[in-house]
């Protein structure tokens, strides 16, 4: 979900900032994707809609919709009537709702095989596989990492891992960037391609829903500080089927076609940790948390413009690891080599 609009929360307007120059890159970027890579990324602008289900839902949404408003969003309020005119299997008697025109979707698991693709065309080797077990530093600077079975030389290191971004050894402990895991359980349903039960995306007071292209609907997720643990319970699924469903009731005649586990990168203030690290050649590109997708495009050019040249965007300059740390130095920006490390 490239949801910059309907997300933004108090406290995140330097966040949201960084989220709409990134979404405001995404048609462009799927475009330059699609062409390179021959795969579609699933890029759809329907739009999202975000419903209450009772008055109290109702007033919150209200309360959130006004803020979001008086940020210079895009956001339209529907009466509940309007909002079943645009998607009619929505629950009768729902009191309203907002759409939001320029928060889109795309399909992550067909954007991860296009950006697979177009990497390995400019001349990208992926180890598919095989996990970086270590950074190794030496006097000060990133020299190479080491994997289950190889060495690689690098003169700079992107540690990309994610959820993972701290089990990486050789970086000094207080180097580390501040990253969790944040678990999420979610499922899909199967519609029928040709006759979906839903086209917006659809956020719920508890939930969202997002429906493929391929007749999956995503119901998702969610949000628990487990660790890595991947355990399907009961009770996660129990509650967000039974969130979609009060939302939309047909959902209960339709097969289920999945369940699986994802762990979001949630860093302390949940904002993205981009840039120097405070170790020579060691870049940041983790800690999205729930915006990883959204923020693929403007990740991609913030941190592939500082190994090329050093510097760093400045929209990117509230979210460095020094946020955490006032005291860490800035690295030099020696560049030839770079290796991603550990990406999931």
């Known amino acids: 979900m490239l949801a910059a609009a309907v997300e933004t929360e108090p406290g995140e307007e330097a966040l949201l900032g960084l989220n709409l120059e990134s979404q405001r890159m995404w048609p462009d970027f799927a475009r330059e994707l699609e062409a390179s890579s021959g795969i579609s990324v699933g890029y759809r602008s329907e739009g999202t809609i975000v419903v209450a289900l009772t008055r109290d839902d109702s007033e919150q949404l209200r309360f959130t919709y006004d803020f979001q408003k008086g940020l210079g969003l895009d956001l339209e309020w529907l009466s509940g009537v309007e909002a079943r ?30 950006l697979a693709k177009a990497a390995c065309k400019a001349g990208a080797v992926i180890h598919e596989n095989t996990a970086a077990r270590e950074v190794e530093i030496t006097n000060g600077r990133v020299t190479a990492v080491a994997t289950d079975d190889r060495r690689e030389h690098a003169d700079v290191v992107v540690l990309a891992a994610g959820a993972w971004s701290r089990e990486i050894a050789g970086i ?41 292209r391929d007749g999956r609907l995503v119901i998702g997720g969610t949000v628990e500080e487990h660790g890595f643990n991947d355990t399907i319970t009961a009770g996660g699924l129990l509650a967000l089927i039974e969130g979609a469903w009060r939302a939309m009731p047909a959902i209960e005649e339709l097969p289920v076609a999945e369940t699986w586990v994802g762990f979001r990168p949630g860093s302390r203030d949940d904002a993205p940790i981009l840039g120097p690290s405070g170790i020579d050649g060691l870049v ?52 030839r080599r770079t290796v991603s490390a550990g990406a999931r």
């Open 284 to 335: 940041f590109a983790t800690g999205h948390h729930r915006n990883g997708i959204l923020l693929t495009p403007l990740t991609a050019e913030v941190v592939s413009a500082y190994v090329l040249t050093g510097r760093l965007a400045e929209a990117a300059r509230p979210f460095t690891p020094e946020r955490f740390d006032d005291d860490a130095p800035q690295p030099s920006a020696a560049i």
């Open 85 to 114: 005119r645009r998607e009619p299997h929505l629950r009768p008697g729902i009191p309203g709702a907002v759409f939001s025109p320029r928060d889109h979707q795309v399909d992550n698991r067909q954007l991860t095989q296009a």
């Open 172 to 212: 000094p402990a207080a180097r580390l960037p501040p990253v969790r895991p944040v678990k999420g359980q979610m499922l899909a349903l199967s519609m029928d391609p040709a006759n979906p039960l839903l086209r917006h995306v659809l956020w719920l007071p508890r939930g969202y829903l997002v429906p493929r």
